[in-house]
């Protein structure tokens, strides 16, 4: 079992461009959520694909979007990127349950420059 | 909204010695997961904990739930270099809920 995969690993954008990062859930998991993590913070939630479907979004603007496959495996998609988001950006992976746990991905790290 | 603070905020141990770290939640928690994670890295589950007053240790490392659900605590025995890392806890909103709300985390440093 691979566990959570994300791709790529390292990214420089420069300000205003579009993004897409990818995640491959466990095997097993039909839900992901995404986390942007900043230095020194503790991740916060962006946003959470169950079905193919945003069951849940936390408090970022709509210039973060995503969408998930039929596979289960999903995409974080930031468009007009900002300086200030630069950050680690977390996958995981779950059940979908609320009893089960979590399982992240190694992140990717986006730069804007 | 929920809050969780963690503290302290940096641990500096020596190697072999015991240590505790604490998560306090705003509101009460419907469940609470403990994670390590290394620098820029992401995160290694470690333990969940549902039910108050609900304890689980997995080798060195034990987690604990008060029975108000507001507190957890990550008790490391016999510290080693490889418990290095930053330690986060996070919390749903609700039972049942997998949206986390994280503590800006513990950063442990295991000194010779």
């Known amino acids: 079992d691979a566990g959570v995969t994300q791709s790529p690993t390292h990214l420089i954008k420069t300000r205003g461009q579009q993004v897409t990062l990818r995640c491959s859930p466990k095997?097993?998991?039909?839900?992901v959520s995404w986390y942007q993590q900043a230095l020194g913070q503790g991740p916060q939630f962006i946003f959470q694909?169950?079905?193919?479907?945003?069951?849940q979004r936390g408090n970022f603007p709509d210039r973060f979007s995503g969408h998930q496959f039929p596979n289960y495996s999903s995409e974080l998609n930031v468009n007009a990127l900002l300086l200030g988001d630069s950050a680690l950006y977390l996958c995981?992976?779950?059940?979908?349950?609320?009893?089960?746990?979590?399982?992240f991905g190694q992140g990717t790290r986006l730069t804007v420059v | 909204s929920q809050e969780l603070e963690q503290s302290p905020q940096s641990l500096i141990v020596q190697e072999g010695k015991n240590l505790t770290i604490n998560c306090t939640s705003s509101?009460?928690?419907?469940?609470l997961y403990w994670y390590k994670q290394k620098y820029g890295e992401g995160l290694i589950f470690l333990m969940m904990?549902?039910?108050?007053?609900e304890e689980k240790s997995h080798e060195k490392i034990t987690a604990k739930l008060d029975e108000k659900k507001q507190q957890s605590s990550l008790h490391i025995t016999a510290s080693q270099p490889s418990h290095a890392g930053i330690y986060l806890c996070?919390?749903?909103?609700?039972?049942?809920?997998?949206?986390?709300?994280f503590g800006t985390g513990t950063r442990l440093t295991i000194i010779p």
């Open positions: 995981a992976s779950s059940t979908g349950t609320g009893r089960t746990e979590a399982f």
């Open positions: 095997s097993g998991h039909d839900t």
């Open positions: 694909y169950y079905e193919e479907e945003e069951r």
């Open positions: 509101k009460t928690l419907y469940g």
């Open positions: 904990l549902q039910k108050g007053g």
């Open positions: 996070g919390g749903p909103p609700n039972f049942g809920n997998e949206k986390l709300t």
